[in-house]
């Protein structure tokens, strides 16, 4: 499938300023649910005190902002969108936290401009599968980097390791025209499932000593069916095609989608598994 880049960057900004609201009601469920993934890509990035850091389509401020403590007072983040309702959010949660030492720029990860050689790391968590041309991100990554600085990704591994996402896409498919993207199509969750192709993004991009490995986490953690329904309508990986139904149909969507995630009992918990590849390159 060929995608336009700027028609896809410019659909890209409608979605996430309509979905801004969602990620704030849902921020703190899905900031625990993603911090092991956060606390990996630090450790792959081997982030410490003093450290400057660049963080790529930072969104709401994660992983950037939890670096930014790590840094501490002697170093500093500069987190980076292109989303301003969704930094603008993160500004709220810096200035909550008492974070001085953060940035912010509205910037697409393929175009922004920083000074080359001036980072000690650069992360970007989830991001580059959503890029039509990721590769410009990477080489971007690496011109800001110092000698010897590192680069750390997390993508979305295979469909059938990721039931958080493919489960409820499953269902959707019986009421909409709606698919999820193939692996390896780009952009899409699943462009990098393979993780050989994640590699030779880095290698391409010039970095070295690079070193992929696996991540299971549980992207979706819910009390109940309700609860479930309520978040993934306003912010869940269906809620654009969700928005696109008719009332009759988003109501017998709700009630399918429930019985499905919940096995039979509404009332009771969700919990969906999902498996991410994370790759660190260096320098």
Known sequence: M??????????????????????????????????????????????????RVLDLASGNGEPG????HVVGAAGSVLLSDQSPEQLDFAREKAS???????EF?????????????????????????????????????????????????????????NPFYTLPFSVLMRYADAKPPDVGQLPGIFAFAERSRLVALLSNAGFNDIA???LELTPADYESGDAYWEAVQLSGPISR?????????????????????????????VRMNGYAILAVGTK
């Open 96 to 102: 909550a936290q008492a974070l001085t030492n953060v």
């Open 241 to 269: 095609e969700i928005g696109k139904l008719s009332a009759e149909a988003k109501e017998r969507l709700r009630v399918d989608l429930i019985e499905t995630v919940t096995n039979g009992n509404p009332s009771g918990p």
């Open 2 to 51: 060929t995608v336009d880049p700027a028609t896809h960057k410019r659909e890209q900004r409608e979605y996430w300023a309509k979905a801004a609201a969602g990620w704030r009601l849902n921020d703190e469920r899905m900031r625990k649910a993603t911090a092991p993934m956060t606390k990996r890509m630090i450790a792959l990035a081997g982030i410490a005190p003093g450290m």
């Open 212 to 214: 992929p490995e696996a």
């Open 105 to 161: 720029r509205v910037a697409d990860a393929e175009e922004i401009e920083v000074a080359e050689g001036t980072f000690d790391a650069v992360t970007c968590r989830c991001g580059l599968m959503f890029l039509p041309e990721p590769i410009r991100c990477l080489r971007n990554a690496h011109r800001a980097l110092r000698p010897g600085g590192r680069f750390a990704a997390a993508v979305w591994g295979p469909p059938q390791l």
């Open 65 to 68: 902002l939890p670096i930014a």
